[in-house]
């Protein structure tokens, strides 16, 4: 079905080109132009794949982790980029503090970092790997909410002791036919307590 999105833009900081930036540094004569820019267009969205995994919990110590979901975009289409698409895993974590924040401190690669360095921000280390291809960092971790969404702010995890969390990996150059092997080295929790692994998956194909 054909959707029609928009796209509203309401302040644009503008950035002197011969300016190296890059996050400590100080960005000299900056300006911000406020306005209201639209544009609309229409697009046919192409559905990706979501299977339900049925992948036993594994426990190290008093922490389990357990596999939920695997949802996989489509590729770009031809004559566009040639992007294969992303991957998205959803986990539960078991065994947490109830009324503490959820573990979840991961270290994450941007795939398309600005200044081209494709460095990893620190954190637990994880791998998402296929036989022949090395693992991978996932661009984004996010904890969810009751709803299965990003929250808008601040959560803690409730009574059960269980939350649950996404791994978003964009641009997977991984072959998907197979299966895919995800592996937490170790999990660090709100305490400052490290729980060592490693937890260990198979996850099928898409």
Known sequence: MRQTLTLAITDIELIPLHVNVTNSSVVPDTA???GLWQGRVT???IAGTSSTLRIPAQTHGKLSIQPLRLDVSP?????FDYS??????VLRMSGLTPGTPPAGGFATKDPNPPDGSGASGSGDQTSLSAAGYAGMLPAFVYVLDAQGMPPQSQITVDASGASEFELIYILSLLPLQGPLTLTFDSITLYSG???PGPWVFTIPGA
């Open 193 to 195: 307590e490290k729980i």
């Open 75 to 79: 590729s770009s289409p031809p004559g």
């Open 84 to 89: 294969s698409g992303g991957i998205r895993i």
């Open 32 to 34: 911000t132009v406020r």
């Open 43 to 45: 697009v046919t969205p």
